[in-house]
């Protein structure tokens, strides 16, 4: 199970592979959006781009779903390194900063750490117990 690590708010959420990225996010109370987002978005459908992160880190490559095309043509004019969180799945752990337009400059050492330190593999199930024919 993928570990989601959201950086800004020192959260770590476990999700099934295939999360889409800003339900785990508004699912958890966590504030995705600007003023601009929380005035109006779309809901998800990639039309208003208020919802991107920056994708700080990822336990392996591909560990989020490939850019939509709607991504591309959105964010054609932003840092390769941010996705919208309504069209990314997420397949591997992670680390994202929400709204990495907003404060940047206090949060560079969270940054920095958030880099280096592996990202977990997730919670790997547990074996399942023996059920014993005795009543």
Known sequence: MPVVRFVREGRELDCPAGTNLRELALAEGLELYGLKGRLGNCGGCGQCITCFVEVVAE????????????????????????????????????????????????????????????????????????ISDEL
Do not use: H, M, N
């Open 59 to 130: 336990r392996q490559p591909g560990a989020l779903s490939a850019p939509t095309a709607v991504e591309i043509k959105k964010l054609r004019r932003r840092p390769e390194t941010w996705r919208l969180a309504c069209q990314v799945l997420v397949l591997d752990s992670v680390a994202v900063l929400t709204r990495p337009q907003a404060g940047r400059g206090e949060l560079e050492a969270q940054l920095e750490t958030a880099r280096l330190e592996p990202l977990p593999e997730g919670v790997i199930a547990a074996e399942p117990e023996e």
